[in-house]
């Protein structure tokens, strides 16, 4: 075809003006395709033959297409319907159970991973303390050592019951709290190696709480550098609220107020996130 502009250099305006749509065939394709929306039923009327999906609890609906290999672009409708504030009770596979306590939602499990080498560990206390003020609020939890579990078995080199276990008890968790001391800038080699046994998106739909000791407040950046994306790479959505002691806040076998403060804030958020369904 000849454009318009081609036919005018060569001195052909009648090729010119037969190149482009004549003005009656314009104006009957946008007369048939005003009619063939007339002839569309009413929205009513093609929502009866639409594939409804109905959320027991109700709430918002929302429409989209519904796209099949043998189904025309928007010939069906599929029509969801999403709470309106969802909540802990729209999420039973977080829950430790399928009743209610009191009216309200059964209690969340936590689990709290200690990943210290030593026994006498500060960052073992913070998590127990954590997960302590996680049953003050209905919480259910557990407490997983690392140190007190096989090497070989956190290593993949043979099968161990506890360790299994403790895979278990995080894959059922909705909150996991994970403490560690920085060694060189960063967390334990032993959490790394829990970690390094969850499958990809192993905490996906978890909210993580991150905590952390050192022997100074320059550690401290370890939380944001090294838990945080540690936590994201298997996809939990940690608290904004990071806890990190040093050395000084532990004088005399005493914890700091500020500290446990800290730790109290941190609980808080993962339970508000929990209640909000966020993740």
């Known amino acids: 075809?000849?454009?318009?502009?081609?036919?005018?250099?060569a001195g052909t305006p009648e090729r010119a003006r037969g190149a482009l749509p004549q003005l009656p065939q314009v104006r009957s394709d946008v007369n048939r395709a005003s009619e063939r929306r007339r002839e569309r039923p009413a929205c009513s009327e093609r929502l009866s033959r639409c594939d409804v999906l109905a959320n027991s609890r109700g709430g918002v609906p929302s429409a989209r297409p519904c796209r099949g290999r043998n189904r025309p672009l928007g010939s069906s409708i599929v029509i969801e319907f999403r709470p309106r504030f969802a909540s802990a009770e729209s999420r039973p596979t977080h829950l430790s159970g399928e009743g209610r306590v009191r009216g309200r939602?059964?209690?969340?499990?936590?689990?709290?991973?200690?990943?210290?080498?030593?026994?006498?560990?500060?960052?073992?206390?913070?998590?127990?303390?954590?997960?302590e003020r996680l049953a003050d609020r209905g919480a259910e939890t557990a407490l997983i050592d690392l140190a007190t579990l096989p090497a070989e078995a956190l290593l993949g080199r043979r099968a161990e019951a506890r360790v299994t276990a403790a895979l278990e008890a995080v894959a059922g968790a909705r909150v996991v709290v994970?403490?560690?001391?920085?060694?060189?800038?960063?967390?334990?080699?032993?959490?790394?190696?829990?970690?390094?046994?969850?499958?990809?998106?192993?905490?996906?739909?978890?909210?993580?709480?991150?905590?952390?000791?050192?022997?100074?407040?320059?550690h401290s950046l370890a939380i944001d550098h090294g838990l945080r994306p540690l936590f994201a790479s298997l996809g939990a959505t940690v608290v904004p609220s990071g806890?990190?002691?040093?050395?000084?806040?532990?004088?005399?076998?005493?914890?700091?107020?500020?500290?446990?403060?800290?730790?109290?804030?941190?609980?808080?958020?993962?339970?508000?996130f929990a209640a909000a369904a966020i993740d």
């Open 1 to 9: 075809m000849v454009s318009k502009f081609a036919a005018r250099a």
């Open 105 to 131: 939602t059964a209690a969340l499990r936590a689990v709290g991973i200690s990943g210290s080498p030593s026994s006498a560990s500060k960052s073992r206390a913070l998590v127990a303390y954590a997960l």
């Open 178 to 218: 994970a403490g560690t001391p920085i060694y060189r800038a960063t967390y334990s080699g032993l959490l790394k190696v829990l970690f390094d046994l969850l499958p990809q998106d192993g905490l996906a739909g978890k909210i993580g709480i991150a905590i952390a000791t050192g022997h100074g407040p320059a």
């Open 243 to 272: 806890v990190y002691g040093s050395s000084e806040q532990f004088a005399d076998g005493q914890v700091a107020p500020e500290l446990l403060q800290a730790v109290d804030r941190a609980v808080r958020e993962a339970v508000t």
